[in-house]
């Protein structure tokens, strides 16, 4: 299938703004959660549930640790498939269907179960079922896959990535212009090769504004772990970072819970959390006041519908990677917070962003691309 085709239908998706908030998780027990309605994947998800709906499709997702209601990553992801679901007549336990993971070891059974329940199209959501699903997708070589934010091998898996440092890096420039102290913080998930993705991208962007400014990088090892999310982000809050952006997860909700018992104790304090993969505006509310800065959006969303409704149409691109980045609109950062994200700071954002799309800037996505950047700033 040819890009130009791809990044057509990715924008005309992205105009419907269909983004539904996410819901309970599968009724079954067990690593697929308890939550929701007391339906499950069967093969009445394939029965016709509306005028709309193509009778002989159905769609289901196995999330990562962080959970469908993460948040972030997951519950975006669930979020496009129900846009999905909504747009061709389908609901949750008809049609459309998620299997919740709370541990690593959860992936393959809860693949293993959607396939034994026919779904037409199963996502992975994370680099962490890559092995999992390439090992299941090449043993079910009539059922589409799709692995979100990873590449994966077999010829019926189609890899949705994108371009995280892109977003990231404009986002370090908000946070180089919003910090009063010059120390901004970085909370990642796991150190792995896509999380690197996001750190180098935000220090690139932090140091392009003002180089002097100090950026503590620290991971919590777990995308899942809140409670570490809060530690670190009060040990860097009480060592003068103003700013923090997190890539991780649900240990993120720890670093916003940490930001705003600092602004409930004291109003006028200036701390900050910068918000990733959905626009987290919401989780950073407290009374009057909100400690989200911005978000870098990823439209995990709009690439999961979009990637349903190829598949669905008999155009499934098994095989290909899919990336999306700024100059499609499948990163992005988030606005919302108008008393923040100040005019002078959208505007210089807006600057970066620019130069990023007619390639005067490179952004840096490894460790050694961050450290050449560097050198010539």
Known sequence: MKKNRLLLLFALLLTVGLVLGACGSSGEEGS???AGDDSSGSDTNKEDSGEAADSDFSAAMVTDIG?????????????????FGEENGLAQGEGIDYAQSENDADYMPNLNRLVREDYNLIFGIGFKLTESLNTVAEQNPETDFALVDAVAEAENIANITFKEHQGSFLVGVAAAMKTESNKVGFVG???SELIKKFESGFRAGVASVNPDIEV????????GAADKGKVIASNMYS?????????????????FAQAKD??????????????????QHEEGAIGDNNVTLTSMVKRVDIAVQEVAALSQSGEFPGGEV???GLEDDGVSVAKTNEDAMTDDIVKEVENWKQKIIDGEVEVPSTEDELDEYLNTL
């Open 32 to 34: 697929e959660g308890n």
């Open 239 to 255: 060592g003068g970072v103003d700013v923090i952006y997190h890539a991780s997860g649900a240990t993120g909700n720890g670093v």
């Open 189 to 191: 998930g796991e150190n």
């Open 322 to 324: 899919l990336e999306f």
């Open 262 to 279: 600092i602004k409930k104790n004291d109003p006028s304090s200036n701390v900050w959390v910068i918000g990733v993969d959905r626009d």
């Open 216 to 223: 503590n990088v620290q991971y919590a090892e777990s995308f």
């Open 67 to 83: 959970g469908v209601d993460d948040k972030s990553f997951n519950q975006s992801a669930w979020e496009g498939l129900q846009a």
